[in-house]
């Protein structure tokens, strides 16, 4: 029986070594131009430059007008409601769900807000108050009968949320005959709808929605809640077998996600001073495009908060620069219905990929950036 040279033990590498010495594999930091590599190949980043390169263009076209704060002031505004509702479709997407309701549930908690405020008449704070706490309870309750009705009735999220879609938007419509309120408290439109931040040109809206991001950007991806969201997508019947309760998982992304349209129904009252009944009749498709565009995966498993901000961006920058240089709005539409296809076809050759490859797409940007040694 032969012994191992002292020259072929020296061929083992810097990982076996590690092994040997001291019974665990530790990783080697991968070197810049891996690192550059790695992160052109993360979908979200790739989304990002599309995004810059849009800027680009009409920053040329429009130097004067575009790259003005007051212009970004505006986009940035008027993302910041589809931008509540695009945390809960994240999650909702992750999970390989769909929910077409938010639309209608925004609409539907803003009018039963709106009615309870108008009961209880004046313009304070209180009245105020009572109204953002009936419309999120309000939204939270559609959110949760979507739950339940997917995750024990066990119906397509699709026919479910459809059926809400139409459900809602008729309530509402039953409650108002039609005809939208503008009684609403101008304590809450002065401040939340049209107010800034400390006297700054910052809209207190935009803030509002930033923490929301923030917050539920690391419930996604660095709480279990999260970490059971991604489970769910991935692979349900896996996720129930390891403890998982998947059920009662579904049922908490989905009254999420209804929350977060309550919510965002309140922000629609203070910003435009009315229930604008007929105004969000494609609010759901536009969140949807905007998740997907940002790299969430529509088969579930993948997704990120970040990736859906930007895909928000995307159309909202399009319509805007198309307004400044002349170009008609409606091209806004065929260039996010161009990006949106490419965004699925990538992701499915993502999936391939990763299917051959016998591993996950799980990667992000910022696990790509913030890799542990």
């Given at each position: 029986m032969t012994t191992p040279t002292k020259s072929?033990?020296?061929?083992?590498?810097?990982?076996?070594?590690?092994?040997?010495?001291?019974?665990?594999?530790?990783?080697?930091?991968p070197t810049a131009?891996?690192?550059?590599?790695?992160?052109?190949?993360?979908?979200?980043?790739?989304?990002?430059?599309?995004?810059?390169?849009?800027?680009i263009i009409f920053s040329a076209m429009a130097p004067a007008a575009f790259p003005a704060w007051t212009n970004w002031r505006s986009i940035v505004q008027n993302v910041s409601i589809l931008g509540v509702l695009g945390i809960g479709m994240t999650f909702v997407i992750i999970t390989s769900g769909i929910d077409l309701s938010i639309g209608s549930v925004l609409v539907f908690s803003g009018v039963v807000s709106a009615l309870t405020m108008r009961a209880l008449g004046g313009q304070g704070w209180g009245v105020a108050i009572v109204g953002i706490v009936v419309s999120i309870?309000?939204?939270?309750?559609?959110?949760?009968?979507?739950?339940?009705?997917?995750?024990?009735?066990?119906i397509p999220s699709l026919i479910v949320t459809l059926g809400t879609l139409g459900a809602a938007l008729g309530l509402a419509q039953v409650l108002t005959g039609g005809i939208d309120i503008t009684s609403v408290p101008l304590v809450l439109t002065n401040t939340v709808g049209y107010g800034n931040v400390f006297g700054t040109t910052i809209p207190l809206l935009s803030v509002i929605s930033l923490i929301l991001i923030l917050v539920f950007a690391v419930v996604l991806h660095r709480t279990r809640f999260g970490l059971h969201t991604y489970a769910v997508g991935s692979n349900e019947e896996a996720a129930r077998r390891v403890g998982v309760k998947v059920d009662r998982q579904l049922i908490l992304v989905y009254g999420l996600s209804g929350t977060l349209a309550g919510l965002a129904g309140i922000l629609s009252l203070a910003q435009y001073s009315t229930t604008a009944i007929a105004g969000q009749s494609a609010t759901n498709l536009n969140v949807i495009a905007a998740v997907v565009i940002g790299g969430t995966s529509l088969f579930g498993g993948y997704g990120t908060?970040?990736?859906?901000?930007?895909?928000?961006?995307?159309?909202?920058?399009?319509?805007?620069?198309?307004?400044?240089v002349?170009?008609?709005?409606?091209?806004?539409?065929?260039?996010?219905?161009?990006?949106?296809?490419?965004?699925?076809?990538?992701?499915?050759?993502?999936?391939?990929?990763?299917?051959?490859?016998?591993?996950?797409?799980?990667?992000?940007?910022?696990?790509?950036?913030?890799?542990?040694?």
């Open positions: 072929s033990a020296t061929k083992s590498s810097p990982t076996q070594t590690d092994l040997t010495a001291t019974g665990s594999i530790t990783s080697v930091r131009g891996e690192l550059v590599r790695r992160v052109f190949r993360v979908q979200s980043f790739q989304i990002v430059l599309v995004l810059l390169v849009i800027c309870l309000i939204g939270m309750l559609w959110g949760l009968m979507n739950g339940v009705l997917v995750a024990k009735g066990k908060i970040f990736g859906t901000v930007v895909g928000l961006f995307i159309p909202a920058v399009l319509q805007n620069g198309f307004v400044i002349g170009v008609q709005a409606f091209w806004q539409q065929v260039a996010v219905g161009v990006v949106l296809i490419a965004a699925v076809y990538i992701d499915q050759r993502r999936r391939a990929a990763a299917s051959r490859g016998g591993t996950t797409p799980r990667a992000s940007l910022g696990s790509v950036l913030f890799m542990k040694k």
